[in-house]
């Protein structure tokens, strides 16, 4: 960003010196190229000096990752992949099941009030979705009795809340297995310092402080991928109980369509 600032800052004067270059004598433009020229340099050492003295979020963690060791970390990094992939996926298949319930049973009152069971069905086939596809279900049992389309609904529902249940599972098994096995490197790093500390003979503290540090670097990336998963997990529970929701109370208003359709005819 002050690379940023110190490039604007450049062309600006850079502007002004070429329009005041055309109004005076070539020396005094001489004169002013040099002065930017100083300036230029002078802003492009502190720049660097100032980039070199801060380092990035990016780096340090990255610095971090690297002292954690391999082992552990390498594992910690995987279930954080692994859980943001599913999460990921997760998501993008709940928004994509989410529907205005309403707006679809509107749809399917006055399709069903006007053509009948089929064109009711059809409005079902061009809608995506969980409750579009319960709505199928029920319709397509509409012509046996209300109990049939109820039950139908009920078992279609039971799958549905499958489908968008799945895969939910590892989520939340690696959101367990990050901290404990960021305690597990914590527990193997301090071990391995005390042993350091019984062979030298000695409590010396730098013998046994790089050991400590590495140990506290497992749990705390441990603790990390955890909190991020646990956002993911919460994120997707909450859009579940929402779809499911939906589902029922579409299931209610689809049988009282049914009946009074039942009762018209």
């Not at 020396?27 to 040099?34: E, F, G, K, V």
């Not at 300036?39 to 003295?53: I, N, Y």
Request: hydrophobic share 50%; net charge negative; aromatic share 8%.
């Amino acid at each position: 960003m002050k690379k940023l600032f110190s490039i604007l800052a450049i062309a600006a004067l850079t502007l002004v010196g070429s329009m005041n270059a055309n109004a005076v004598s070539n020396q005094t433009a001489q004169l002013s190229a040099n002065t930017l020229f100083s300036a230029a340099t002078v802003t492009f050492v502190q720049a660097d000096e100032a980039s070199g003295d801060d380092k990035s979020f990016h780096q340090e963690l990255k610095e971090r990752f690297v002292e954690g060791g391999p082992q552990f970390m390498g594992i910690v990094l995987l279930c954080l992949i692994l859980g943001l992939a599913i999460a990921i996926e997760r998501i993008v298949y709940l928004n994509m099941s989410t529907t205005n319930t309403q707006k679809l049973a509107q749809n399917v009152e006055d399709a069903l009030n006007s053509g009948g069971i089929e064109a009711a069905k059809e409005v079902c086939r061009n809608t995506k979705g969980p409750v579009a596809s319960i709505y199928y279900q029920g319709l397509d049992r509409a012509d046996e009795s209300i109990e049939a389309a109820e039950k139908a609904v009920v078992a279609y529902g039971g799958v549905q809340m499958g489908q968008l249940e799945k895969n939910v599972s590892w989520v939340s098994l690696f959101i367990a297995l990050a901290p404990m096995l960021g305690f597990m490197g914590t527990v193997i790093g301090m071990i391995q310092a005390f042993d350091k500390i019984a062979a030298a003979g000695d409590m010396n503290p730098s013998l046994v402080a790089g050991g400590i540090k590495v140990a506290l670097l497992t749990t705390v990336f441990g603790l990390i991928v955890a909190i991020i998963l646990q956002i993911f997990y919460n994120y997707i529970i909450a859009k579940i109980d929402s779809i499911v929701n939906s589902m029922e109370d579409a299931s209610i208003t689809l049988i009282d369509m049914l009946v009074d359709y039942k009762n018209k005819k």
